[in-house]
């Protein structure tokens, strides 16, 4: 489901990192999901992935955590453009 952007099972594919021979799947379908919100409570882990052995999960998480301060940097900008109208 998370490879074709279904936030669903994020919670499954969150529990499979730790094992190994699931983890770069789990990361793949993690990266693909269109709603990248509901990962923000799992930001700090994502940063921590980023220097993984595994280069398929840095990579991934690299691309999580990128979205996340992207979405992070739009939402600030809006705001702020919100307070000049006011």
């Given at each position: 489901m998370g490879l074709?952007?279904?936030?669903?099972?994020?919670?499954?594919y969150l529990e499979a990192i730790?094992?190994?021979?699931?983890?770069v799947y789990?990361?793949?379908a993690l990266a693909k999901i269109k709603d990248v919100e509901v990962l923000r409570p799992h930001k700090e882990l994502f940063d921590r992935l980023r220097t993984?052995?595994?280069g398929l999960v840095a990579y991934n998480a690299g691309l999580i955590a990128d979205k996340l301060e992207a979405l992070a940097?739009?939402?600030v900008i809006g705001?702020?453009?919100?307070?000049?109208d006011e």
């Open positions: 074709i952007g279904d936030a669903r099972p994020t919670q499954l730790p094992i190994r021979p699931l983890r789990a990361m793949e993984d052995r595994d940097g739009t939402e705001q702020e453009g919100k307070d000049e």
